[in-house]
C-alpha cells in the first residue's frame, strides 16, 4: 500500500522568511510520480509540480523549489522570501503506476504568513 | 473557457435524502475522479473512470454511487446510507495516456442537517 506523510500540520511564518514542507513518501513500486498541490482558502487544488521516479534533479521556479531524495523517500518542498498570498494548504500526494493512476495525499500542511 | 465545473458551491439538505453532486469537464479528458475532504485530513477517493460506461470503487466508496454516461460528465449520488455525508467534495480529470497530473473543480460543500 502506498503512504504519504506530511509531518507539519501547521505552519507560521513572517512574511520573507524561508520556509520548508516536509513530505516522506512510502511505495513498493519502483516507478512512480510525486506531486505537490496548493489549496487556497477558495478551496479548489492547483497543481504545482509532478516529479517522476527516475528524476532526482532539484527544481526550482521562481520563488518554490523542491527536493526528491530517492535514498530518505523524501519530496520536500520549499518556499523562499514567503508572500502572505502563500497562505494555503499543501498536500503532498502519490501516483501509482496502474494505468488509472489515482493518487494518495497526505494530510496537508497549513501555511500561514502574516505580514 | 476549458476547465471543470462542480455546482453547486454550496449543498444543503436533510438526513436521508440521496443527492447528486454535479462534475462537468471541457477538457477532453479521459479519466475522471472523486474525492472526499474532510476537516484536518487529505483527500480520500471515492470512486474513478478510466472510460465512459466504466468506473471502479476507490478507498471510501460505501454509501456511493456513480455514473459515467458522457465523457465529459461524472456525477457522483451520496445515498443516504453513507453515515457521514458531510464533507467537501472534489471532482478531478486528467488525460488518461501518461501520468498526468490531475486538474481539480472548485468542490462542492455538502452539509447534512
Known amino acids: 500500500a502506498q503512504k504519504v506523510t506530511q509531518a507539519q500540520t501547521e505552519i507560521s511564518v513572517v512574511e520573507k522568511e524561508d520556509v520548508t514542507l516536509d513530505c516522506v513518501y512510502e511505495t513498493r513500486d519502483t516507478t512512480y510520480y510525486l506531486f505537490w498541490y496548493k489549496q487556497p482558502p477558495s478551496g479548489e487544488l492547483v497543481f504545482l509540480i509532478r516529479?517522476?521516479?527516475?528524476?532526482?534533479q532539484n527544481e526550482i521556479s521562481g520563488r518554490y523549489s523542491w527536493n526528491f531524495q530517492k535514498s530518505t523517500s523524501s519530496f520536500n518542498f520549499t518556499i523562499t522570501a514567503s508572500q502572505v498570498v502563500d497562505s494555503a494548504v499543501y498536500f503532498c500526494a502519490l501516483s501509482d503506476t496502474s494505468g488509472y493512476s489515482t493518487l494518495t495525499f497526505g494530510k496537508g500542511t497549513m501555511l500561514l504568513v502574516s505580514p | 473557457d476549458g476547465g471543470i465545473t462542480q455546482s453547486p458551491k454550496y449543498l444543503f439538505r436533510k438526513e436521508g435524502q440521496n443527492v447528486t453532486l454535479s462534475c462537468e469537464q471541457n477538457l477532453n479528458h479521459d479519466a475522471m475522479y472523486w474525492y472526499r475532504q474532510d476537516p484536518g485530513q487529505g483527500l480520500r477517493l471515492i470512486y474513478y473512470s478510466q472510460i465512459v460506461n466504466d468506473f471502479q470503487k476507490g478507498d471510501i466508496a460505501e454509501g456511493y454511487s456513480v455514473s459515467r454516461e458522457k465523457k465529459e460528465s461524472f456525477p457522483l449520488t451520496v445515498t443516504s446510507a453513507q453515515k457521514n455525508p458531510t464533507a467537501f467534495y472534489l471532482c478531478?480529470?486528467?488525460?488518461?495516456?501518461?501520468?498526468?497530473?490531475?486538474?481539480f473543480g472548485p468542490g462542492t460543500r455538502l452539509t447534512v442537517l
Open positions: 478531478a480529470s486528467r488525460w488518461r495516456s501518461s501520468h498526468n497530473e490531475q486538474f
Open positions: 516529479r517522476n521516479s527516475f528524476d532526482e
